[in-house]
């Protein structure tokens, strides 16, 4: 018989990816609902997809494989690719970007985004303590 295993390397990895997609969906979701949008599957993706897609892209550009709970420099750069080609995606696909909506995005994305590493960190090193 031929068990998979996982490494805590490939947990944290699988942690930090589904962290990220799912506070991704948050945002837009709360987005949404704080507008009296339509929580639909399709309206929800509507929103999310931009900045999904810019989230997958800033995985790779920063290589958040490498050390995916750290903040700096990785996690930052990933906030803030995150941020900008959402936004840019979001414009080219026909949608706006005005500013309180851009600031909003920027302050919650940061939140989610480097709020959960800080905490994984901050955990980390609890449990390292004897």
Known sequence: MNETKTTPGSKILLYAAAADIVLVVLFALSGRSSHQESLTAGG??????????????????????QQPL???????????????????????????????????????????????RFIAAWVARRNQRP
């Open 44 to 65: 929800v993706f509507e929103t999310a997809w931009p900045f999904l897609a810019s989230l997958a892209i800033g995985w790779l550009v920063c290589r958040m494989w």
């Open 70 to 116: 750290r903040i700096r420099p990785q996690g930052i750069c990933l906030w803030l690719i995150t941020v900008a080609g959402g936004m840019a995606l979001r414009i080219a696909s026909g949608n706006t970007a005005e500013l309180p909506f851009v600031i909003v995005a920027t302050i919650v994305l940061a939140v989610f985004l480097l709020g959960h």
